[in-house]
């Protein structure tokens, strides 16, 4: 089992940035790969961002490429999202999610949070 816990965010004028962070607990070690996914009410869960927690390659939705970074620091268990230049098309509940076996989509992994909201207004 794995537990996460996001935090940060919040409500932000278009251009502005926000850093999310997600603390893991658990069998952490066990974890191959992390992410992050977000969700409008009404439409389908979107993949954000991935890394591969062994060789901490990453993966982006072109929608966000070049304006959010996922990292994580394993001495502390946490995954992190830094988005800059944010938009109003960002708005979302976003999600951290991890799983032992690195699935096709971050949306697919096993455990996931609670999620913090995000508001871009314009």
């Known amino acids: 089992q794995v537990q996460l816990v996001e935090s940060g965010g919040g409500s932000v004028q278009a251009g502005g940035s926000l850093r999310l962070t997600c603390a893991a607990s658990?069998?952490?070690?066990?974890?191959?790969?992390m992410g992050w996914f977000r969700q409008v009410p009404g439409k389908e869960r979107e993949g954000v961002a991935v890394?591969?927690?062994?060789?901490?390659?990453?993966g982006y939705a072109d929608s966000v490429k070049g304006r959010f970074t996922i990292s994580q620091d394993n001495a502390k268990n946490s995954l992190y999202l830094q988005m800059n230049n944010l938009k109003p098309e960002d708005t979302a509940m976003y999600y951290c999610?991890?799983?032992?076996?690195?699935?096709?989509?971050?949306?697919?992994?096993?455990?996931r949070g609670q999620g913090t909201q995000v508001t871009v207004s314009s």
């Open positions: 658990g069998y952490t070690y066990s974890v191959a790969c």
């Open positions: 890394i591969f927690t062994q060789s901490a390659r990453t």
């Open positions: 999610a991890a799983d032992f076996v690195c699935q096709s989509t971050v949306v697919g992994y096993e455990y």
